[in-house]
Nanobody, 124 residues
């Protein structure tokens, strides 16, 4: 079992920055890849970014490339999502995710563990 706890969300204005954190605990050795998804009301849960624990290879969705950066601190079992130049369209609940697979192309169906989510609201 893996437990994921997100933090760092909040209400900001367009152009501001936020850094989300995801603290992992439990059997973290079973998870090869960590990622972030987001879901707005009435919308699907969409992929944002992914990173491998070993090696640190990353992949970011086209919608956030150049603005968001995923990173990790293996010693702290923590994954981060640095979000810059935030836009109203980024408003959503952001979920941390863990997968036992190594692929950086993550889909909700391949996620093994989810965090409870943290709300990010960007006003215009």
């Amino acid at each position: 079992q893996v437990q994921l706890v997100e933090s760092g969300g909040g209400l900001v204005q367009a152009g501001d920055s936020l850094r989300l954190s995801c603290a992992a605990s439990g059997r973290t050795f079973s998870s090869e890849t960590m990622g972030w998804f987001r879901q707005a009301p009435g919308k699907d849960r969409n992929f944002v970014a992914a990173i491998r624990w070993s090696g640190g290879s990353t992949y970011h969705a086209d919608s956030v490339k150049g603005r968001f950066t995923i990173s990790r601190d293996n010693a702290k079992n923590t994954v981060y999502l640095q979000m810059n130049s935030l836009k109203p369209k980024d408003t959503a609940v952001y979920y941390c995710a863990a997968s036992e697979r190594m692929s950086l192309v993550m889909t909700p169906g391949r996620v093994d563990y989810w965090g409870q989510g943290t709300q990010v609201t960007v006003s215009s």
